[in-house]
């Protein structure tokens, strides 16, 4: 099918692009910048130049390339920016939505979170519901005003140019000590099965789905395993800081029960080694 991708030049749009390319999809993939254009050609896609708050350019772009699915991997976090990218939820979201609406697409699937669920004592499943009044709530209800909706909920990225990458935003604390463990929970998914579930859920019923490995996990069980792969010290241990949330771990069973398979099952399979 025809798939309009909102964030063809971001670390899981760039790696999307030559994925949904191989499974026969034809890609209109979208980037902030022109000089993005040729990479995005590279990949696979015909890139388009729009920004997601020029709404009447977003309209014009969406209505032009006539897709069958638009795919909101949009983010904002380069600059650790957290209002940025609740910015980007809520007014790039909808501006998004009514381009599709404009244009009469009917379908859209968006990236969204596994970590805003209510607190619990047990794996969050799908039908449980997230942050009131956030921007991640306010993202997911933009996209539902759609007749067909997916929604992914992945869990936190690691891999290759992720955070959580050798040299990277996380590595680099760990390495400067200043990272501690706690009892926070954390469930992690790898950047190639986030893009091999994409790419699998354009035939998956409409609906919200958690894209997470199979263990969430403490910082104190996860950090450890995470430095030592590094070769980094191994972290301190910590209480949480008073009102601070444990977390929670959110459940792949409807994922895995639609015929999704995580490569790496566990984070203690994905995470680097030391060689």
Known sequence: MRVFLAGGSGVIGSRLIPALAKAGHDIVATT?????????????????????????????????????????????????????NARLRRA??????????????????????????????????????????????????????????TVLRYGMLYGPDTWYAPGARMANAVAAGLMTATAAITSFVHIDDVVAATVEAIDWPDGAYNIVDDEPAPATEWLPVYASGLGAPAPGVAELPEGAQRGRGASNAKARAVGWVPQYESWREGFPRRS
């Open 32 to 84: 902030r910048r022109a000089e993005n254009l040729d990479h995005l050609r590279e990949r696979g896609a015909r890139g388009v130049v729009v920004d997601v708050y020029d709404a009447p350019r977003l309209a014009a772009v969406v209505k032009e390339a006539r897709p069958a699915l638009v795919l909101h991997e949009l983010t904002d976090l380069s600059d650790f920016d957290t209002e940025a």
């Open 92 to 149: 790039g979201t909808a501006n998004l939505v009514a381009a599709a609406e404009a244009a009469g697409v009917d379908r859209m699937m968006v990236q969204s979170i596994a970590w805003a669920y209510d607190a619990g004592d047990t794996p969050a499943t799908e039908d449980e519901p997230i942050a009131p009044d956030s921007a991640v709530e306010a993202m997911e209800g933009s996209v539902r005003r759609m007749p067909h909706a």
